[in-house]
């Protein structure tokens, strides 16, 4: 089937809203339904959207699969709750994990994760819940990206030709397939998501899991974790669509204390754009960038170079996996 891109300009977003409330009410029925919600837009929309069209019939879970930003699993939770919504946790660590464990190549990575999600937690969580639909927000650039075959978003199954209900047991429903970022974040106002969620960066659905290149390990995160928060709060007032933190796989030669230090490469990617179709390095400032080093290789371990990425999209892509 066909998707048809409903434009920012084209968007109503108070028609869209109520045509999305009834869709999902009409194919739930007097059923249950679930979702996976990582605090995103995309996700914070579709749970918004689940809450409101089903009420009771709906319950949210934040897969807390050790890959995200720090502190993130209990901040969602505590936020959404305040919203009137109720999120499970879920503890999925050693799942992915060990899914994980060994593989390097970029697209393993992300069929690793899709079985982790799709077969190895929602399945399980569908059945305990009792529920046959499985809500999620992917976008209309997901679906362009893999279509077109410059990478796999995790997110994608129906469109590539993949029957989730004869494969896990449940049907899956996606109310912003047709919108790109910048309308989303028009719908999550309309909806009453705060601008701390809204005007959010981009974060991916595989999380950290994207940024690290080579081998995913436990510590390897954890580097990468501690870099991501640093990049964070010193890029987080100058108006970027999106910026991140990534770890290299190889060592390079630093000096510490008059020695080799044979160590870690972290390399800072910030971008403009509006809708992450396409997109251009922000210009930062020299004295931004020379806090970053500083900042990421004083205070995360092992670290003794920092780049900074000038290349747009394309031939670059947002992410590095």
């Not at 995200?68 to 879920?90: A, N, T």
Request: net charge negative; hydrophobic share 40%.
């Amino acid at each position: 089937m066909e998707i048809k891109e409903i434009t920012l300009e084209e968007l109503d977003t108070e028609k869209f809203i109520a045509e999305k409330l009834e869709e999902i009410s009409s194919i739930v029925g007097d059923g249950l339904a679930i979702n996976a919600l990582s605090g995103g837009v995309d996700s914070s929309v579709v749970t918004m959207l689940g809450h409101r069209a089903l009420g009771d019939r709906f319950k949210s879970y934040f897969i807390d699969n050790a890959l995200m930003r720090e502190g993130e699993p209990e901040y969602i939770v505590s936020l959404f709750k305040d919203l009137g919504v109720m999120v499970g946790l879920v503890d999925a660590e050693k799942t992915f994990f060990d899914a994980l464990k060994g593989i390097t190549d970029p697209e393993e990575k992300r069929e690793a994760i899709t079985r982790s999600f799709y077969r190895d937690i929602f399945a399980k969580l569908v059945k305990e819940a009792g529920a046959k639909y499985l809500l999620q927000g992917t976008n209309y650039t997901d679906i362009e990206e893999t279509v077109a075959g410059i990478k796999r978003q995790h997110n994608i199954i129906e469109q590539l030709g993949i029957d989730p209900e004869e494969m896990f047991g449940y049907k899956i429903l996606e109310p912003l397939i047709q919108l790109r970022k910048s309308s989303i974040r028009e719908v999550a106002k309309a909806v009453g998501l705060p601008e701390e969620i809204y005007n959010r960066p981009p974060f991916p659905g595989p999380a950290l899991a994207t940024r690290v290149i080579g081998e995913i390990t436990p510590e390897r995160v954890r580097i990468l974790r501690r870099a991501t928060k640093i990049v964070e709060e010193e890029l987080s007032n100058i108006g970027a669509f999106q910026y991140l933190a990534i770890l290299h796989n190889d060592k390079v030669t630093g000096i510490r204390e008059g020695k080799r230090d044979y160590g870690l490469q972290i390399e800072v990617r910030c971008w403009e754009s509006i809708d992450a179709k396409i997109g251009s390095p922000t210009r930062l400032a020299y004295d931004v960038l020379d806090r970053l080093a500083e900042r990421i290789t004083t205070e995360v371990s092992g670290v003794v170079s920092v780049t900074y990425n000038i290349t747009k999209k394309p031939p670059s892509t947002i992410e590095a996996i």
